[in-house]
């Protein structure tokens, strides 16, 4: 999968044959939704950008604090726990 970066903010790329555009979202945010589309990549990033400070503004017009994205996680597991995960397939 493709991604794109603005101010922190990090927003997927898919395409979707039944809209036939570029589709994404605002990756991490629990509670917010930032949805953007485009014809082409340039109109996609154009209107992801345009989401994020969009995000902005009506957070301060609000009077609170933009979410910041939830970072990743990467664990190790003991080998016994990755089988017990397998088992379940």
């Known amino acids: 999968m ?3 970066h603005y ?3 990090t927003g997927s790329v ?4 039944a809209d036939g555009c570029f589709v994404g979202k605002v990756l991490g945010l629990k509670h917010d ?3 953007y589309e485009g014809n082409d990549i340039d109109e996609l990033r154009a209107d992801f950008e345009d989401g994020i400070e969009s995000y902005f ?3 301060e017009e609000l009077g609170i604090a933009p979410r910041k994205p939830a970072a990743s996680l990467n664990v190790s597991v003991p080998v016994e726990a990755h089988e ?3 088992a379940f397939d």
């Open 2 to 4: 493709n991604y794109l």
């Open 7 to 9: 101010k922190g903010y």
């Open 14 to 17: 898919k395409y979707s044959e």
């Open 33 to 35: 939704l930032i949805l």
């Open 57 to 59: 503004e009506c957070c």
């Open 84 to 86: 017990q995960i397998y």
